[in-house]
């Protein structure tokens, strides 16, 4: 711990320099700290998850959609039902919200707003790699990435030899793997050859035959994998199937069901991990929020602002953060969607910083192109 | 020219296929018209099977949920036997089937490769139950007869199809100033407006607006499911009058007077032709068969024969090919894992898709495990074609292909499942150097890496031989 605090001390290019002098053995010594994302593709509604309580504009706007009986957070705000494991962590100060933050995203495409949450970047297609991938590799945390996914996230990319883990039908032989590497040696593509090192590095328990169909047992595998101490510091989910037009519904509905599915990963994961979920940060990541107001098909369009669900034992306290715009028409993003007062980056960043036990300066400026990001680690994570 | 041109462009070639004299001539005159379907068994349409769509979502929404309320567990046995009934388990299964049997055996491969391309751009993505009943045909009865018309007629057709106007909820969408807009104060859903522009015409490089988005979406109210309380949503796409935004509307500059039904093939017109869509979507047809990053001088005789035939997809499509033979020894591309399967599938004559009559399916139980099985190698490879995960489809950037478990499973599949799927006759040692010969320069070199296991003709044999030799780097990309 404390020599993230002396990170935060010297700064930025300091950091670096020095960083090369820490003997290896007090990083080993240290507390392994995880870092997990869970993707939610498709536009999160940030005011169904985590709606603003007794706004009669939002009441009226949204007739159909109104939930009922939402968990109480504080005066301001309360939780949707479907996300208990968030309302039984804030108690314990081990659950928090971000609300009114997006990326700095305001075109309302899905894969050019995907593409932009994965890459941290401000110009769709421009960026290969991800932000999380760079920050690895800003912080030489070279093979500790997880993808409980069968392609490797965008997020991801960027630090060679991350793992993607997705329970498969059967065993590979390991003569088999040797072989085929052995072919791709004098070939030209690198992309295929740091991943065939990578599937032969894998530990022999990655590879286990089971319904990969089983959302809770990819998460039950990930948790075990996020316990060793030696296993990975990082771990991206995806859900889909946030993006919804039609029948969005309230305390059931679409977009319930989809929070019931992140509310799920983050229960087996804090029921699994055991002690390590004290060491752990768990975050949310979607691309954009959606429209204050109910469309023709009692969904909701594309929109702006939304929020970061997090949850995990690296939190300072539970709060709702937030440097809340309001809802009157004024108030809202081209007059129609919540407005984002938040760069979501600067938490991703702090939360790097706190997981990766590197200065967010250095962090900011390695991963983000120095781009305008506050530190936030003092107000929202320990440090 | 070598060998990977007949999978740069197609399937490779099967051991009953003869070596082309004229290998560009060979592609090109697949193009010009529609092959009929090989598939022997049963081919429903487009309408017969969005009515099994209704008799099941009919069937479970209004009878079985009301009828068992109270009793869960009758209710999920009632509906497993809906869907026996409804086919609900087993169509997709069969479009699998069809869509595998013709790049089989099909005689114009290079033909079908388009078809997947278009069907892919005009991606449906995993929805309700489109996939279980819907997208198959939407393949075959609005991609395909297309495929020879232009590419503003495939607009038109995809876009007042059924299956795309429920996949993105333009059902859903209402004129705010409508008669029925007034009277429910409904408002209008941008989802399928907002992909017209974006996935389908002329992506977001054309600097579209929000208000863009929305006036489009105003020009779309009104094309519709026709619903009844017995089909509920299944019911024809037709023009409801009474949805349909009244007044002018103006997209990217340019005004479109209130003209009902028709402002959609005005507005259509443009995009389609707009030079931002035809760029786009020339690049999008060069990455699939030329490279990840094509060039300007690999895309631009596309984008003249485009201009030149004012869209005709034929002469596009031989565009394409024209320089997908030119760039052929120059330029690598990494195949998504559905079209390295149906390549595998007819260079070795693999054992799939099941034969029609054992296709056949008498709605009384479920589907056997081997009526499930292509589509269940489909799905644990990592590609199941009908089931992309958002409206924009399968990626074709290679980066999106590579990943430890994606790769692991293109392992497992060949040395594990794909032995099994190896007929009878065709298990010697020698069959395997024939397919070779057929379809790669350097066979000799990859015979030499099989030549220790030459005796076995075991599964675990021929899993050691195929294992190795679909994974090698020139098969895995051409």
Same mark, same amino acid.
């Given at each position: ?45 940030? /005011? ?40 039984? /962590? ?15 995203? #305001? ?11 994965? #890459? ?33 996230? /965008? ?128 975050? #949310? ?94 107000? /929202?994570?320990?440090? | &020219? ?22 560009? $001539? ?10 009929? @379907? ?27 949920? +009301? ?17 026996? +009934? ?38 449906? $993505? ?27 007629? &495939? ?24 008669? =029925? ?17 974006? !996935? ?53 500059? +340019? ?8 402002? !959609? ?42 201009? +030149? ?15 997908? @033979?030119?760039?052929? %020894? ?11 399967? &149906?390549?595998?599938?007819? &260079?070795?004559?693999? %054992? ?34 009908? =089931? ?14 590579? $990943? ?23 298990? $010697? ?23 220790? @296991?030459? @005796? ?23």
């Amino acid at each position: 711990m404390n020599c993230t605090r002396r990170n935060f001390l010297i700064g930025g290019s300091t950091t670096l320099f020095l960083s090369g002098f820490f003997p290896k053995i007090s990083f080993a010594s240290m507390q392994k700290k995880n870092l997990i994302i869970i993707s939610l593709r498709g536009g999160m509604d940030g /005011l169904t998850a985590v709606p603003v309580i007794g706004d009669k504009r939002l009441k009226k706007l949204r007739k159909k959609l109104i939930l009922e009986d939402v968990l109480k957070l504080n005066s301001d705000f309360g939780l949707h039902p479907k996300l208990e494991i968030f309302h039984q /962590l804030w108690k314990e100060d081990k659950a928090a919200f971000v609300h009114a933050t997006n990326i700095p995203y #305001t075109g309302r495409s899905h894969f050019d707003g995907q593409n932009l949450m994965e #890459t941290g970047a401000h110009i769709p297609y421009k960026e290969k790699t991800g932000w999380l991938g760079r920050g690895l590799l800003a912080s030489d945390i070279v093979g500790k990435g997880l993808a409980i996914s069968l392609p490797m996230p /965008l997020l991801l990319r960027g630090v060679p030899q991350n793992n993607n883990f997705f329970p498969s039908p059967d065993f590979v032989e390991t003569k088999l793997i040797d072989q085929i590497y052995d072919e791709f040696k004098g070939d030209h593509n690198e992309l295929i050859k740091s991943t065939l090192d990578t599937i032969r590095q894998r530990p022999l328990s990655m590879q286990i035959a089971t319904d990969s169909e089983d959302r809770k047992k990819l998460a039950l595998e990930a948790a075990k994998q996020l316990k060793d101490q030696s296993g990975p510091r990082v771990a991206v989910f995806e859900l889909d199937g946030f993006d919804t037009h039609a029948a969005q519904g309230g305390v059931d509905g679409a977009h319930a069901d989809e929070l019931e599915e992140v509310n799920e990963i983050v229960k087996i994961l804090y029921e699994n991990l055991g002690k390590a979920f004290d060491n752990t940060l768990i975050l #949310t990541l979607t691309e954009f929020g959606r429209t204050i107001k109910q469309n023709g098909g009692y969904g909701t369009e594309h929109g702006y602002g939304s929020a970061i669900l997090m949850a995990g034992g690296l939190l300072k306290k539970s709060q709702v953060y937030t440097d809340w715009p309001g809802l009157k028409k004024k108030e809202l993003f081209e007059g129609r969607d919540l407005n984002s007062t938040i760069d979501s980056r600067a938490v991703y960043n702090s939360a790097m910083s706190i997981c990766f036990n590197k200065d967010p300066e250095f962090l900011r400026r390695e991963v983000f192109w120095g781009d305008d990001l506050p530190n936030l680690t003092e107000e /929202l994570f320990k440090i | &020219m070598s060998l990977n041109f007949y999978r740069r462009v197609a399937f490779g070639l099967s051991p009953q296929d003869k070596l082309p004299q004229e290998p560009l $001539s060979w592609a090109l005159n697949q193009l010009n018209s529609v092959p009929d @379907f090989l598939w022997k068994g049963s081919i429903p349409t487009e309408k017969e099977l969005r009515k099994k769509y209704g008799e099941w979502v009919y069937g479970d929404r209004e009878v079985l949920r +009301k009828k068992f309320k109270n009793d869960k567990n009758a209710y999920r046995q009632a509906k497993d036997e809906l869907r026996i +009934k409804t086919g609900e388990r087993y169509f997709e299964l069969n479009e699998h089937a069809i869509r595998h049997y013709q790049t089989k055996y099909g005689a114009q491969p290079v033909f079908e490769r388009f078809w997947l391309f278009w069907g892919n751009h005009f991606a449906i $993505s995993e929805k309700d139950f489109l996939a279980e009943f819907s997208t198959g045909p939407y393949q075959r009865e609005v991609i395909r007869p297309n495929m020879v018309k232009t590419f503003e007629d &495939m607009v038109q057709a995809v876009t007042t199809s059924w299956c795309m106007i429920h996949h993105l909820d333009n059902s859903e969408s209402v004129g705010p100033n409508s008669k =029925r807009g007034v009277e429910s104060r409904d408002t209008i859903n941008e989802n399928h407006a907002r992909e017209l522009l974006e !996935l389908h015409t002329v992506s977001p490089s054309a600097g579209y607006t929000q208000e863009d988005v929305i006036q489009l979406a105003y020009i779309m109210t009104g094309w519709s499911h026709k619903w009844s309380r017995k089909t509920l949503e299944t019911g024809d796409v037709w023009f409801d009058q009474e949805k349909h935004q009244k007044g002018d509307k103006i997209v990217l500059g +340019k005004k479109y007077k209130n003209d009902a039904k028709r402002e !959609l093939a005005k507005v259509i017109h443009d995009l389609a032709t707009h030079p931002i869509c035809i760029k786009f979507v020339s690049t999008k047809l060069c990455r699939h068969f030329i490279s990840d990053e094509p060039t300007e001088e690999m895309i631009n005789p596309v984008i003249e024969a485009w201009n +030149k035939s004012n869209g005709n997809l034929i002469e596009i499509h031989k565009a394409v090919i024209t320089q997908a @033979f030119k760039y052929n %020894d120059t330029s690598h591309k990494f195949h998504p894992p559905e079209i390295w399967l &149906m390549q595998l599938s007819r &260079m070795f004559d693999l %054992d799939i898709p099941l034969s029609a009559e054992k296709m056949n399916y008498a709605f009384k139980s479920k589907p056997t495990g081997r009526q499930g099985q292509l589509s269940w190698i489909l799905r644990e490879i990592g590609n199941s074609p009908y =089931r992309a995960k958002q409206p924009n489809g399968w990626s074709d950037f290679e980066v999106d292909w590579v $990943s430890p478990e994606l790769l692991l499973r293109r392992f497992w599949f060949a040395s594990v499942e794909l032995p099994i799927l190896i007929k009878s006759q065709n298990r $010697s040692h020698g069959f395997i150097l024939r397919c070779l010969k057929n379809n790669f320069e350097d066979h000799e070199n990859m015979a030499s890496l099989i030549h220790q @296991f030459r @005796f076995g003709t075991s599964d675990k044999d021929l899993g050691r031989q195929y294992g190795i030799i679909c994974n090698l780097p020139g098969v895995l990309k051409v």
